[in-house]
């Protein structure tokens, strides 16, 4: 598998694996052992960046899934994990609005928090270090300085390796990398989800790498999505109503056509078409099923000539997604 570098010697596969489909309550239900199968068939695959949170599944479930799947081969896996949203009980926290139909997250990352929470993930994770450790999402109520301090403080204590940011913004990066170099932002990009281009703008100035998240539109750019199941998450996002979900797929259709005139699945057009956009930006997809892994995977050797690419931004010109976005 290509790998790429996130920061300044922080180096991954092009794509790695996002492990959040594996709890239960996200994309409905599962239980360990298909996503044990999901896990194994990522790393054995080459995806060696697995990322994960404190806050997917109950009590840290995948977190600890993760620390299962990684035992006996830690070397080979760059572990990611983020802080700020499982938040111990009786511990205050502030709101931060989402386009989630629940409305709000609500975030702690005050530094004292911090190195507890750090702990905790180690524990989940039955790990000595975390590779490459986000907040997950920025405390209204912290200064992103000092949230950024508190985790210098952990690399400095053998902790933690690389400090990541997730769901911030140029100006979040820019405070916070003068504290500690920021290898990594974790923010939504994809074919439905342009990045902020002063965000993309900043990363390349400070040599800063994007991990996408929800690379695949949370499913959607697959083109396989056409109804959802029960206790899917995805019921709470207004993309996926069913009358927006009916005509985003039908404003799909002329990507989905293209990737059939290339020979690849739209899932391979949507992460390939990802990666041609930054030299640093990495995606990890979710899946719980192998031979989609697998699917995913081969996207990272295609390279997609000009022509295609101007093909692809043409048509994303006229896509137009009803239903918002999340942030
Ligand atoms: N930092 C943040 O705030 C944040 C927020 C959201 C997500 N994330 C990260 O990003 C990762 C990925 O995001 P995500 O899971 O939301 O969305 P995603 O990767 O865009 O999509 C996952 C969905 O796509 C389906 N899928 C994957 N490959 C497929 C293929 N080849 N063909 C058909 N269906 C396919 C999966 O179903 P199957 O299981 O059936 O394959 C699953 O329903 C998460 O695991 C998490 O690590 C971070």
Redesign the pocket.
């Known amino acids: 598998m290509k790998t790429r570098e996130l920061g300044n010697n922080l180096r991954v596969p092009a794509i790695g ?6 709890s239960p309550g ?2 409905g239900d ?1 239980d360990d052992t298909r996503a044990e199968t ?1 896990l194994k068939a990522a790393l054995d695959a080459g995806a060696t960046h697995i ?3 404190d806050a ?1 599944g109950a009590d840290g479930h995948n977190e600890r899934l993760v620390g299962r799947a990684i035992k006996g081969r830690r070397d080979e896996v760059v572990v ?1 994990t ?1 802080f700020g949203l499982a938040i111990p009980e009786g511990e205050a926290s502030r709101s931060q609005p989402v386009g989630y139909a629940f409305g709000e997250l609500r975030v702690n990352a005050e530094p004292r928090m911090i190195r507890r929470y750090a702990e905790r993930s180690l524990r989940n994770l039955d790990t000595d270090v975390i590779d490459l450790y ?1 907040s ?2 920025v405390d209204p109520g912290v200064p992103i300085e000092e949230t950024a301090g508190a985790v210098a403080e952990l690399v400095e204590a053998g902790l933690v390796r690389h400090l990541g940011l ?2 911030v913004t140029a100006d979040e990066l820019r405070r916070a990398h003068v504290v500690h170099p920021v290898a990594a932002v ?3 990009w ?1 074919m439905w989800r342009p990045v902020d281009p002063d965000l993309l703008k900043t990363a390349r100035e400070l040599n800063v790498g994007i ?15 056409q109804q959802l199941g029960e206790g899917d998450f ?1 019921h709470n996002a207004p993309r996926f109503s069913a009358d927006n979900l009916a005509s985003n797929n039908d404003r799909y259709a002329p990507i989905r056509d293209l990737a059939t005139r290339l020979g690849i ?4 057009l ?1 992460l390939a078409w990802l990666l041609h956009q930054y030299e640093h930006v990495v ?7 192998p ?3 697998e ?2 995977l081969a996207a990272a050797d295609l390279v997609l000539h000009r022509d295609t690419l101007a093909r692809v931004d043409e048509a994303l010109a006229g896509f137009e997604v009803t239903g918002g976005t ?2």
């Not at 539109?217 to 083109?223: A, D, E, R």
């Not at 699945?265 to 391979?268: E, W, Y």
């Not at 995606?283 to 099923?289: F, K, N, V, Y």
């Open positions: 694996f996002g492990a959040m489909v594996l996200v994309y599962i999901a990322d994960t949170s997917y990611a983020k986000y997950h999402y997730s769901n974790q923010n939504e994809s991990v996408a998240w929800s690379p695949l539109g949370n499913g959607f750019l697959t083109g396989t999505v995805r699945t739209p899932a391979q949507a995606a990890i997809p979710g899946s719980r099923t031979a989609h892994i699917e995913n999340l942030l």
